[in-house]
């Protein structure tokens, strides 16, 4: 239960602070708009590195399916336990989602724009095309867990941990984040959008049911042959 409860509000931590930053930067009449795509990436970056410090010790601080499957893959977790990780994920990411709804409500008021409105919840393509946006996720979760099983395997004290990890997170933020909006966690996408589409959001559009199962199982496939890489190269 408290591995559990650890990835549940680590997760809600995680996406209430990184789509924070997100809903800072884009929705009308906010303090912080239009300040850009590195202050994104940073907010990511530290809302990653955050629940790591706090929960790490806890549950292992994975909150993302694609580092749950990944490392389940490569034996460095429990199948048993894959099910309730991933349900703690989703939980977690989708109350974010509400209570960040309520956060802004008079900015989405604000925002005219639809499709802004969604970029709060979910990532969508700078340019739509299905291949080439399902390759991003994929390279980018790839190098998400190779990065991870990379910085966990060097037996580190758990606080440079956390900072490595968020150092990962801004890296592929500032890198190649530009072109999908850098998912790179299925629970992150998919629970916000599923809020989308039943949260009385003022003037939202269309959740893009069409593009959401690219930030799902594109990075699911990269986190496995990421995690998959690295312990075939180096161990």
């Known amino acids: 239960m408290e591995a559990f409860l650890?990835?549940?509000?680590?997760?809600?931590i995680m996406v209430l602070l990184g789509d924070g930053a997100?809903?800072?930067v884009i929705l009308k009449k906010s303090k912080a708009e239009n300040s850009?795509?590195?202050v994104i990436s940073a907010g990511w970056?530290?809302?990653?590195?955050?629940?790591?410090?706090?929960?790490?010790?806890?549950s292992g601080a994975h909150f993302n399916p694609a580092v749950t499957l990944g490392l389940a893959c490569i034996g460095k977790f429990p199948w048993s336990s894959v099910g309730l990780y991933i349900t703690a994920q989703f939980i977690g990411a989708f109350l974010a989602a509400v209570v960040l709804f309520l956060h802004f409500y008079k900015h989405f008021e604000a925002t005219t724009d639809p499709a802004v409105k969604l970029g709060v919840f979910s990532t969508g393509p700078a340019i739509r095309s299905k291949f080439f946006n399902f390759f991003?996720?994929?390279?980018?979760?790839?190098?998400?867990?190779?990065?991870i099983i990379g910085i966990v395997s060097q037996k580190m004290a758990p606080g440079l941990m956390g900072l490595a990890i968020g150092i990962l997170i801004f890296a592929i933020g500032l890198s190649l984040g530009g072109t999908t909006g850098y998912a790179i966690n299925p629970a992150r996408d998919l629970a916000p959008r599923i809020a989308h589409a039943l949260l009385p959001i003022p003037g939202k559009g269309s959740s893009d049911w069409a593009y959401a199962w690219v930030p799902v199982a594109a990075p699911i496939l990269g986190g496995i042959f990421g995690a998959a890489a690295y312990i075939l190269l180096f161990h």
Not at 6 to 12: A, K, M, R, S
């Open 6 to 12: 650890g990835e549940l509000v680590g997760t809600f």
């Open 22 to 24: 997100v809903a800072n």
């Open 136 to 147: 991003g996720e994929f390279v980018n979760t790839f190098v998400l867990l190779f990065g």
């Open 36 to 38: 850009g795509w590195i």
């Open 45 to 58: 970056a530290f809302a990653v590195a955050l629940p790591v410090w706090l929960f790490g010790s806890i």
